[in-house]
C-alpha cells in the first residue's frame, strides 16, 4: 500500500490522465459526430485546446516530481 505522501505526489500524474482521457473523448465523440452527421458536437476548439495544454502542462510537473525524487534517493544512498 502507498504512503500518503506518495499518493499526495501522483496527483499531477492522475490529473493528466484524466485531461488526456477528456481530450481523447472529445476527439473521437467529434469524429463520430461527422460520420453520423450531427453537426458540431463536442466542447469546442479553445477548450479542446486548453484541455489538451492542461494533460501536457500537469505530465511535465508530474515528470519533474519524479526526477526530483529520483535525484533525492540517488543522493541519499551515496
Known sequence: ????????RNWPLRL???FATV???????GKTA???GW?????GDVAE???LL?????FIIA?????EERKSASSDQT
Open 23 to 29: 481530450f481523447v473523448g472529445n476527439v473521437f465523440l
Open 39 to 43: 453537426g458540431s458536437v463536442g466542447i
Open 34 to 36: 461527422v460520420l453520423m
Open 49 to 51: 485546446f486548453l484541455t
Open 1 to 8: 500500500m502507498q504512503s500518503n505522501s506518495e499518493t499526495t
Open 16 to 18: 493528466s490522465g484524466i
Open 54 to 58: 492542461a494533460a501536457a502542462a500537469t
Open 63 to 67: 515528470v519533474l516530481i519524479k526526477e
